[in-house]
Nanobody
Framework: QVQLVETGGGLVQAGGSLRLSCTGS????????MGWYRQAPGKQRELVAT???????NYADTVKGRFTISLDNARNTVYLQMNSLKPEDTAVYYC?????????????WGQGTQVTVSS
């Protein structure tokens, strides 16, 4: 089993910045893609940003120009730099990875980290 551990959440004022990190366990053989999703209270989980091993990125329209996703393959770590945060960015942020431990690729999820943006 692959474990993904997120860090970097917290409380920030509107207009501020946070950087989320998600590191995978050592048994990862290959990463196809990783991403960040979020879920606000009473809402469905939604895509924030994804990145492939070839560095192709995709962003939700609501975060384009404010958030940046990056991937460090050597460290099995994906980052989400969040700038110009808004109260509507408040949610639990989950890391996702399409990862192989040597046999086949499958999806893994982190436990989530809370991001709260105050107005």
């Amino acid at each position: 089993q692959v474990q993904l551990v997120e860090t970097g959440g917290g409380l920030v004022q509107a207009g501020g910045s946070l950087r989320l990190s998600c590191t995978g366990s050592r048994n990862i053989f290959s990463i196809n893609a990783m991403g960040w999703y979020r879920q606000a209270p009473g809402k469905q989980r939604e895509l924030v940003a994804t990145i492939t091993s070839g560095s192709t990125t995709n962003y939700a329209d609501t975060v384009k120009g404010r958030f940046t996703i990056s991937l460090d393959n050597a460290r099995n770590t994906v980052y989400l730099q969040m700038n110009s945060l808004k109260p509507e960015d408040t949610a639990v942020y989950y890391c996702n990875g399409h990862i192989s431990t040597g046999l086949r690729y499958r999806d893994y999820w982190g436990q989530g980290t809370q991001v709260t943006v105050s107005s």
